[in-house]
């Protein structure tokens, strides 16, 4: 699955209709976003990854979302499970997004200290 632009009107909807996602925020002066933003992409195409909705959200153009995950800095993930912002945090390097993502998929996130979105 290709990686879809998203603003804050559109997020709220797109993480309750699909089970998992991934959001990169990102700024455009970020050398390091876009490194990233090769990888992620990447990332998204590749079949083990098939069930995951990958966003790519620009942090200042969407400043709600960038607030309500407490982005603290660029290319900044976080990940929804049934609508509910479950993990975020900085990644810089691939095996670390690949392991976010892995704990995506394992269900291994305990909801009842989730943030409802």
């Given at each position: 699955?290709?990686?879809?632009?998203?603003?804050d009107?559109e997020?709220?909807?797109l993480i309750?209709?699909?089970?998992?996602?991934v959001?990169?925020?990102t700024?455009?002066?970020?050398?390091i976003?876009?490194?990233?933003?090769v990888?992620?992409?990447?990332?998204?195409?590749?079949k083990?990854f098939?069930?995951i909705t990958f966003l790519l959200?620009d942090?200042?153009?969407?400043?709600?979302?960038?607030?309500?995950v407490?982005?603290?800095?660029?290319?900044?993930f976080?990940?929804?499970?049934?609508?509910?912002l479950t993990?975020?945090k900085?990644?810089s390097?691939?095996?670390e997004?690949?392991?976010?993502?892995?704990?995506?998929l394992?269900?291994?996130?305990?909801?009842?200290?989730?943030?409802p979105?």
């Open positions: 699955m290709a990686v879809r632009k998203a603003t009107a997020l709220r909807i309750h209709a699909n089970e998992k996602v959001v990169k925020f700024k455009k002066d970020c050398v976003c876009e490194r990233m933003g990888t992620y992409s990447r990332l998204s195409e590749e083990e098939k069930d959200m942090a200042i153009e969407n400043p709600v979302s960038a607030k309500e407490h982005l603290t800095g660029t290319p900044f976080a990940i929804y499970q049934k609508g509910f993990k975020c900085l990644i390097v691939e095996d997004l690949i392991d976010f993502l892995h704990e995506l394992s269900n291994s996130h305990n909801f009842k200290t989730s943030y979105v």
